[in-house]
């Protein structure tokens, strides 16, 4: 079987996109630690799968290195919006995208015909623990201390769709050993559907400086809905006020995001890396 893929990246979070228009893909759950290993495949924090969906212009799933399947994924939304304008399945600037965590709407800037960055509603944000979740009492959990693997932690709990967990750190987050906490985080029984997690650092002229632990795929060089989660809990610790379009600085590039009452909105670059077909 030979099967059409396209490699994209956000920021350098970058997945393996499957047209499901064109070729019906069975038990994604299987190809993905196949297609995602960076030895024997394709190489990716994952795949995504576009198709059709009866209540927007498309619908995304997404797949991560380990097999599991994520509800939503900001960078990811970018590449697909970017892949639909680019390959002639909508004509203008706006469209919307069916994900695991509700119907999402995009704006698209277009160069040479192509689309370079794109802007996401995201929708609210969700600070209830239970939602989340996480199982802490409160109606929020902003700078909450916890014991996590025998430190303590002052943790802010956030969802974007994708659940998160933020801590502000003192010292510059590139010395943090995130292959050791990042696990501990994210399997903490805190946390009973596993936890995204974000290290920051609050820097001047509203920047964060932001590293990230991905359950399912460890760490990746940016998260869309961990640097959406991150300004929400900079916002609900002080940090910023809300309506203020912050910058967040990740390994892999850099995202704008605003936090206000209606809501979060994203925007950052889709770039296509190439196109291919590998035999399964």
Not at 187 to 194: G, I
Not at 238 to 247: A, D, L, N, S, V
Request: hydrophobic content about 40%; aromatic content about 8%.
């Amino acid at each position: 079987m030979q099967l059409h893929f396209t490699k994209m990246h956000g920021c350098g979070n970058d997945y393996v996109y499957l047209d499901c228009f064109r070729q019906p893909i069975l038990s994604p759950e299987t190809l993905a630690p196949r297609l995602s290993d960076r030895h024997f495949g394709v190489g990716g924090d994952g795949i995504i799968l576009i198709g059709p969906s009866p209540v927007a212009d498309a619908q995304m799933r997404i797949f991560n290195i380990d097999g599991s399947e994520g509800k939503m994924c900001g960078n990811g939304i970018r590449c697909v919006a970017k892949y639909l304008y680019d390959h002639g399945y909508v004509s203008g600037d706006r469209l919307t995208v069916e994900t695991q965590s509700g119907v999402k709407s995009l704006s698209l800037t277009v160069q040479d015909g192509k689309a370079a960055s794109v802007k996401v509603d995201m929708g609210r944000a969700i600070l209830s623990p239970a939602a989340i979740p996480a199982a802490l009492p409160g109606e929020a959990v902003v700078s909450r201390p916890v014991d996590i693997a025998g430190g303590s932690y002052a943790i802010t709990c956030v969802s974007m769709g994708n659940p998160h967990c933020v801590l502000f750190w003192d010292a510059d987050v590139d010395t943090i050993d995130l292959a050791r906490l990042g696990p501990q985080f994210e399997h903490s029984p805190l946390f009973p559907e596993r936890i995204n997690t974000e290290f920051c650092n609050i820097l001047p002229n509203r920047t964060i400086k932001m590293r990230v632990w991905e359950r399912g795929s460890g760490e990746t060089l940016a998260c869309g809905t961990g640097a959406c989660a991150s300004v929400v809990a900079a916002v609900e610790n002080g940090f910023f006020q809300k309506g203020e379009p912050i910058r967040v600085q990740l390994a892999g590039g850099e995202l704008s995001i605003c936090y206000t009452d209606a809501g979060v909105t994203m925007q950052g670059p889709a770039t296509e890396v190439f196109e291919g077909v590998i035999t399964l």
